[in-house]
């Protein structure tokens, strides 16, 4: 292992990786401060620019957008009370009302800090299981990836905020948009007498189209409901070092549970950088000796939520590297890199690819440490890129999409895939469809198919699918994460109309 | 007459997917001796999945009450009425993807941007104006020496 990783570390250590990692940092954090961007989007627009590079530099772009993005959230969370990202809602619960007291720059260095922590953490976590849970999944036959697969689709399906429906519905959906094209015996499927769709959808401009094209047009369709006025902030910030120091020797243990909280959240599908912020804001508050705090400006809030939020960076990639199963929307793509660059995510690629893990893990260090000089040295430029507008936004990165979805393939048709699938994904969304079980089901859609039938091939019976034992948990837990989904959806639904009741 | 809500046109849509999808099935090879699952068993797995789905959401669709309202045609147009931003930018983009072959990248990407800045930022001062020529020219060409020179991509 200490081989590879430094065979890693020198591959990461150039200065044209370096560069790119600070690159894809300063960029992440952009993405991430500027409210309504999110994190995922700001990988979308910066995944075409890997198409000519090596593997290693595609990858650590990539991953300096991670560890960027997920902690970026704060910049615009403390300075405008807005959270730049849906993992960084926690952090204006505290971080907002400490700036109005009078200490931005404590809040800014606090979160900043307790990101760097978490990041850090998550990747010991990584380098742990990541390994550990490879070896173990090597011993999976097709059965097992195929139950393991249906287990993931109906997880991510199942958490789909009170519409298990139409998330089991999306998922089949996006495995079905897969089914397009010549299969894997060479047999033309579902092209109704197009050529052009001989070869089937690229993962590419699907995801873009779906994904930024209901992002992007959404935030339009709030700016023009809400009309809220742009706030003037004060971006003159003065980081208290010596406070923040501190501030964090009272927080060990806080940061430490925050950000295995973070990495564990991670590594489960479908639930992400906002599950995990959540969560740990409401431990933290629990095991808290002073609760009441929480809310008016207290350090313990701010490093709950960037630590967990930042650790989900690490934790995301365990089952992305190991099982070859994102977790959920900025792995799908980060695995979509992966299988562009001819490298397929999965237990083998401990074996086959050890460098290239190795990479991950460097730039996942790297990038922290990056994202930590950046944060404190460019905070106040930060805070400026945050108000930029949605009006100006938006076109801009729809321009990026459509050469993106051109430069993967020099293709024109990708450019009217990926307008189709935003036309698609737009309506899905306005018809309240959860998206991530469809981008999930679209990047699994061809390792389900193929392993499915060579299952069937090496023993006809169906039946082999629930005498296998690892197959039968898989299966038994899919079934059971709908059944407890559907129990959730009539809970919400019995508060809802509760609530109604009051109301009325 | 029944209220069409959100949840009734997506089951009714992806219905008529389904049905459409089925019949296309019938084209895709059939099963031979070495290939006894056949091609089409897969989606066709799938498309029983999702028709399945869509009737579940219908059925459930049609046990909430839901207040009479105007006709289909009325709520699009209410709809176009409300959302002629998003219409018109979606428009604009498939203008974009229809004119980059024909013009090339960098008049089809500065009409686009020009046109949508304007659309979404508005044209009435010289300060929006200025912004948005200066960004619409600016970025195609960083983007076009980024892509050409630095990465080495042709954009048409």
């Known amino acids: 292992m200490t081989n590879f990783f430094l065979q890693a570390l020198a591959e990461v250590g150039t200065p044209s990786v370096l560069g790119l990692i600070v690159i894809g940092v300063l960029f992440g954090i952009i993405g991430g401060s500027i409210p309504g961007f999110t994190v995922t989007m700001a990988i979308l627009v910066v995944f075409p620019f890997t198409f000519a590079m090596d593997p290693v530099s595609g990858v650590s772009l990539m991953v300096g957008v991670f560890v960027g993005g997920y902690s970026g959230g704060i910049v615009s969370g403390v300075m405008l009370g807005i959270p730049g990202t849906p993992s960084s809602i926690t952090t204006v619960y505290d971080g907002y009302p400490m700036a109005q007291k009078g200490e931005p720059g404590r809040a800014l260095g606090i979160g900043v800090a307790a990101s760097f922590l978490g990041t850090l953490i998550s990747v010991a976590v990584l380098v742990f299981f990541g390994p550990l849970i490879a070896s173990f999944s090597m011993n999976f036959r097709p059965w097992e990836i195929t139950a393991l697969i249906v287990f993931a689709l109906t997880l991510v399906a199942g958490l789909s905020s009170g519409a298990l429906l139409k998330g089991l519905m999306a998922a089949a959906l996006g495995l079905l948009i897969t089914t397009v094209g010549y299969d894997r015996n060479s047999n033309l499927r579902f092209d109704f007498g197009l050529p052009a769709l001989g070869s089937g959808f690229e993962i590419l401009p699907v995801m873009i189209g779906i994904f930024a094209f209901s992002q992007l047009l959404g935030n339009i369709e709030k700016l023009k409901d809400e009309k809220t006025d742009a706030k003037k902030i004060d971006t003159n910030v003065t980081i208290p070092y010596g406070q923040i120091l501190k501030d964090m020797r009272g927080q060990k243990l806080n940061t430490l549970r925050s950000s295995l909280i973070g990495s564990l959240v991670g590594a489960l599908p479908g639930t992400g950088g906002t599950v995990a912020n959540f969560l740990s804001y409401d431990q933290a508050k629990k095991f808290s000796r002073r609760p009441e705090e929480f809310g008016t400006g207290t350090p313990s809030g701010i490093v709950a939520s960037e630590a967990s939020n930042s650790a989900v960076a690490g934790g995301a990639f365990v089952p992305t590297l190991a099982l070859g199963i994102p977790g959920d929307l900025p792995m799908a793509i980060m695995m979509g890199v992966l299988i562009l660059h001819g490298i397929t995510p999965g237990p083998m690629m401990f074996e086959q690819n050890p460098v290239l893990v190795g990479a991950i893990y460097a730039s996942l260090l790297i990038g922290a440490v990056v994202m930590v000089l950046c944060n404190l040295l460019l905070v106040r430029w930060f805070a400026k890129i945050s108000l930029i507008p949605q009006q100006i936004l938006v076109p801009i990165v729809l321009m990026l999409c459509a050469i993106g979805a051109y430069a993967l393939n020099n293709n024109l048709f990708d450019i009217w895939v990926l307008f189709i699938f935003g036309v698609i994904g737009y309506l899905l969304w306005k018809a309240e469809v959860p998206l991530t079980p469809l981008i999930l089901g679209v990047v699994l859609g061809d390792n389900l198919e193929r392993q499915l039938f060579r299952a069937l091939e090496l023993n006809e019976s169906w039946l082999t699918f629930l005498t296998r034992p690892l197959s039968a948990l898989f299966l038994s837990l899919a079934v059971a994460s709908i059944l407890f989904s559907l129990y959730q959806d009539r809970k919400i639904q019995r508060l809802r109309n509760a609530a109604q009741r009051e109301n009325v | ?156």
């Open chain 2, 1 to 156: 007459m029944l209220t069409l809500t959100k949840d009734r046109a997506l089951a009714l849509a992806l219905l008529l997917i389904v049905a459409v999808m089925w019949v296309e099935s019938g084209d895709i090879r059939p099963p031979t001796s070495w290939q006894p699952y056949g091609s089409a068993l897969f989606p066709r797995i799938l498309l029983v999945v999702i028709g399945v789905l869509s009737l579940m959401i219908l059925v459930r669709s049609l046990l909430v009450k839901v207040p009479e309202r105007v006709g289909a045609q009325q709520l699009i147009k209410e709809w176009f009425q409300s959302r002629h931003t998003i219409v018109a930018l979606f428009l604009l983009f498939g203008l974009y993807a229809a004119l980059l072959p024909l013009v090339g990248y960098i008049t089809a990407t500065i009409g686009f941007l020009v046109a949508s800045l304007a659309l979404l930022m508005g044209t009435n001062t010289r300060r929006k104006w200025i912004i948005n020529l200066t960004l619409s020219f600016t970025l195609t060409l960083v983007i076009f020496v980024v892509f050409r020179y630095g990465l080495n991509v042709w954009l048409p």
